[in-house]
């Protein structure tokens, strides 16, 4: 026994405590609060909001001061109204102090945004209040009331000065225009023509009166608000002798239209088709006329749509391309496409070598991979580029002809020159164009490393004789000839029929 050892294992303190010293240790914590409890009421009030408890401090406060001045009032000083205030003051904290501590963070938020702490550190402020006390403030007329006064009263001079140019001249022409704005609320433009003779020099000009909100598009709705228009401006329906609108079927109607209405109360107000609307219907018939037309301006857009879709995209065509972008197609104006076929005219081997680039780029998207050499292919075929070179002659003549007929100065016999020049182009290039456009498209073909010859449809094989020669020229010529048949003639053929169609009124 006596050499019996005794082994204590001796536990190491913990590092959290367990449950019940947390328990013990929240008893402790909740019987501390319970014994403090109402200990602040013998030094303060409950309420410090109570008059009751207001005006016995008040009282033991007052008290000791009154037996010590013995209620002289030489020690009561005049007080400041205008720095103790209240009435108009959005913070208390500027003037009266604070006792509400418990909403102390909202009321500071208050007081910084309140305009007697922002006066007492922005002179500019100090400047403004000033003024208003002293009632010095000048007119400045920059209130949006007495702006839109403004500019209503001088609408109203200026369009007065209008009706009286148009009733001295006495006869007018109309010409509406119907589009949505961004509210997406059909309005309609109304602009009168007629012969200035107020100034020295007597001119034809336009005068532009207002937009109307048209809610009814029909040609009857149209042809109302029209004649309530022309009502309140004091124009006489009888003295309009000229009409123009675009071709809209809302329009150009020969039963319901808005010039077939205007017509029966007025046989004279004669209807003119607007001619650069004319011109841009052609090209649509033209672009129209067979599906190789369709899948053309089909490329061009997808080239965009490529390269604009990322900034990576971009950067990659700006390195290959030295001075013209490519541009977005016009769903409108057609003979603004000229910028986007002219991009790609004048840049085709530097745009393919883009599209080359893109496709074997490893950080490309895979669907971006696949549309680059999509469009590598169909770029790199003679079709495409005969295309492009025979579609950018037209609509560069066409935009020609289009811009000299947006011109102010431009007549009816003016008109009737562009329009015959036109079509006489169009029959001269239908005879001697596709040469040219050959020539062309060979050079651009050989500076792409593009072969010169058209896709030939599978035909059967027969057993040759001895003395035939090969046909492979003539399976070339073969396609080259349908080619201009079923696509470069039946585009000018169509041009030339909806030009005499669309202008035969002229």
């Known amino acids: 026994m006596g050499n019996a050892r005794i082994v204590v294992d001796i536990m190491p303190p913990r590092k959290y405590a367990s ?9 402790h914590t909740e019987d501390f609060v319970l014994s403090q409890k109402g200990a602040m009421d013998k030094f303060l009030k409950r309420d410090m909001g109570d008059p009751r408890n207001t005006n016995e401090l008040a009282i033991v406060l007052v008290e000791p001061v009154d037996e010590q001045t013995g209620g002289n009032s030489e020690y009561q000083g005049p007080t400041d109204h205008n720095l103790f205030n209240s009435d108009s003051c959005t913070s208390s904290l500027a003037h009266d102090g604070y006792r509400d501590w418990k909403h102390i963070s909202e009321r500071l938020k208050e007081h910084e945004n ?7 550190f922005d002179l500019v402020m100090q400047d403004h209040l000033r003024r208003i006390e002293r009632k010095d403030i000048h007119y400045h007329y920059l209130s949006n009331k007495i702006q839109n006064e403004l500019i209503s009263l001088l609408a109203s001079d200026i369009t007065n000065t209008i009706i009286k140019i148009i009733k001295e ?19 309609m433009s109304l602009i009168v023509r007629c012969v200035n003779i107020s100034c020295n020099k007597i001119e034809v000009e336009e005068y532009f009166l207002g937009f109307l909100k048209v809610d009814d598009t029909s040609g009857l709705g149209l042809f109302n608000i029209l004649i309530d228009s022309l009502e309140s401006f004091g124009l006489d329906i009888d003295d309009i002798r000229g009409q123009g609108y675009d071709n809209g079927s809302n329009m150009k109607g020969k039963h319901q239209g808005v010039q077939k209405r205007l017509l029966d109360k007025n046989p ?4 003119m088709p607007c001619a650069c609307h004319s011109l841009n219907l052609t090209l649509c018939d033209m672009a129209k006329s067979c599906s190789k037309d369709v899948s053309f301006f089909g490329i061009v857009q997808r080239i965009y749509t490529l390269f604009s879709g990322s900034t990576k995209r971009w950067k990659v065509l700006l390195d290959h391309v030295p001075s013209l972008t490519v541009k977005s197609l016009c769903n409108t104006r057609w003979e603004s496409r000229i910028k986007s076929v002219a991009a790609i005219r004048y840049q085709a081997p530097h745009i393919r070598a883009a599209l080359f680039e893109l496709h074997h780029a490893s950080d490309t998207e895979p669907m971006a991979k696949s549309d680059a050499k999509s469009l590598y292919d169909l770029i790199g075929t003679f079709e495409f580029i005969l295309g492009m070179v025979i579609w950018h002659d037209i609509l560069y003549a066409v935009n020609v002809v289009s811009k000299k007929l947006q011109s102010s100065s431009m007549c009816l016999h003016s008109t009737l020159e562009q329009i015959d020049g036109i079509m006489s182009y169009f029959d001269k290039y239908r005879n001697e164009g596709f040469a040219s456009s050959m020539v062309v498209a060979k050079d651009i073909a050989s500076v792409m490393g593009v072969e010169a010859s058209f896709p030939v449809k599978r035909c ?4 040759k004789h001895y003395d035939e020669n090969n046909c492979s020229n003539e399976a070339n010529l073969q396609g080259e000839k349908d080619f201009e048949v079923n696509y470069f003639l039946v585009m000018l053929d169509m ?12």
Do not use: M, W
Not at 21 to 27: G, H, L, M, P, V
Not at 169 to 187: G, M, N, R, W
């Open 114 to 120: 309140s305009a007697e702490h922002i006066t007492e």
């Open 268 to 271: 004279r107000a004669f209807y």
């Open 460 to 463: 059967a094989i027969r057993k």
């Open 495 to 506: 041009a030339s029929s909806s030009l005499k169609n669309r202008f035969e009124d002229l």
């Open 19 to 27: 449950g019940s010293q947390k328990r013990k240790r929240r008893k």
């Open 169 to 187: 001249a006495k006869y007018f022409s109309i010409i509406l225009d119907c589009t949505p704005d961004v509210s997406h609320e059909e309005q």
